[in-house]
């Protein structure tokens, strides 16, 4: 696990609660948005950070829209780990 990405999640609220709701399922931003009552423009930025770091990935990286995220093997570590 690397830490640096522990210290980003924990941060944000918006980035620990997006990681939590892919724990439970793939959702596209527009999903996220209104599950996490979010604004749009703050899902994302968190899932492009995320996704940067290898937190969560795309599903559909060649669709221009309708875009699944899901949570990576790092990124449940990391979640595992806030949890304690």
Avoid at 31 to 37: A, F, H, I, N, R
Wanted: aromatic letters at 6%; a positive charge; hydrophobic letters at 35%.
């Amino acid at each position: 696990m690397k830490w640096d990405n522990y210290g980003f999640v924990v941060a944000s609220r918006v980035r620990k609660e997006i990681l939590n709701a892919l724990e439970i399922q793939p959702y596209l931003p527009s999903e996220l948005t209104k599950k996490l009552s979010l604004d749009k423009s703050q899902v994302t930025r968190s899932l492009h950070e995320l996704e940067k770091i290898k937190l969560i990935k795309c599903l559909t990286p060649n669709n221009r829209k309708g875009k699944v995220y899901t949570i990576t093997q790092e990124g449940k570590i990391i979640l595992e780990k806030i949890k304690l």
